[in-house]
């Protein structure tokens, strides 16, 4: 097995060019990878990236929030500039020290249903930034995010950042995750929401989100649809009468298909509520 630990991007982005046998598998901070007990080490050895600064640090630029891939989960709960709902759900990434180690772009690439990073980003807009020696392409989240540990990540692409556009960090989000315990249990079910308000009082622009309860989290379009143009009194009714059609939950040891079903109503209808009594609070966004 060979590790390597890169000193500048090109380096790395070299390293994953070289035609092996076997590929390089990226290591950041190493939380899941070292968790998963049927890991072996890659034949192609390891690059690792936490220590490249340029995939480090949270900044406004060109209209967007760029969040370098290798940002931990401990930078971004402290970030003033990132939306609430992001902000609350790298506060529920596992204990202190997973979310000090732990990476967004590790996250991301290691394409867990139950991330609890992606409905956040999901309902925010958010793109990837995919950097190889053949240039650098964006891709929207949704598209990234091709199934259960599956993503369209080359063997030779580095995920170098998320984008959010500033129109999309606009109005009251909310995190929520319904889990067996409370610590650093896997979500059962997590919901994410963002909504905006208009001068008339009613929802302008919905966005919502679940993971855990599909292979990969999804936004749930059907839903959006009939909350925009409801007043704060209608969202309950229209959240439990919907039949959440994106969702394609599973039984398992954690719940069962009907139970996530059952608590995707349950989180989302709480997110709103939450974005609605701060909303009237006045609390900062």
């Given amino acids: 097995m060979t590790y390597f630990r ?35 080490p890659p034949a192609g050895g390891w690059i690792d990236i936490s220590r490249l600064d340029a995939l480090h640090g949270i900044a406004p630029r060109d209209g ?8 931990s989960w401990d930078t971004i709960e402290r970030c003033a500039l990132l939306p609430a709902s992001l902000r609350e759900a790298a506060h529920q990434v596992g204990s202190r020290q997973i979310r ?9 690439c290691h394409a867990a249903p139950a991330a609890d990073g992606v409905p956040p980003l999901l309902t925010l807009d958010a793109c990837v930034e995919l950097a190889s020696l053949r240039g650098v392409r964006r891709l929207r989240l949704d598209e990234f995010l091709l199934g259960r540990r599956r993503t369209a990540l ?6 170098t950042a ?25 979500a059962v079910v997590s919901a994410a929401v963002r909504l905006r308000w208009s001068g008339r009082g009613v929802v302008a622009q919905a966005a919502v989100a679940v993971g855990a309860a ?7 379009r059907t839903l959006e649809q009939g909350l925009e143009g409801a007043r704060p009194e209608s969202l309950s009714p229209l959240i439990r009468e919907s039949r959440l059609p994106e969702l394609a939950p599973i039984d398992d040891v954690r719940g069962s ?24 609070d006045g609390a900062p966004a």
């Fill in 214 to 220: 599909s292979e990969v989290p999804v936004r749930l």
């Fill in 257 to 280: 298909a009907s139970l996530r079903r059952h608590l995707a109503r349950v989180a989302v209808e709480r997110a709103c509520a939450r974005c609605l009594q701060e909303a009237i």
């Fill in 100 to 108: 000090v180690a732990g990476s967004v772009g590790g996250n991301l």
């Fill in 162 to 186: 998320v984008l959010l556009p500033a129109a999309a960090t606009t109005g009251r989000t909310a995190f929520l995750k319904c889990a067996n315990r409370d610590g650093t249990a896997l």
């Fill in 64 to 71: 967007e929030l760029r969040i370098g891939a290798a940002t």
């Fill in 154 to 159: 080359a063997a030779d692409e580095l995920l």
């Fill in 6 to 40: 890169p000193t500048s991007l090109e380096d790395a982005l070299a390293a994953l060019a070289e035609p092996l046998p076997s590929p390089r598998r990226v290591l950041c901070g190493g939380t899941d990878a070292y968790a998963d007990p049927g890991a072996r």
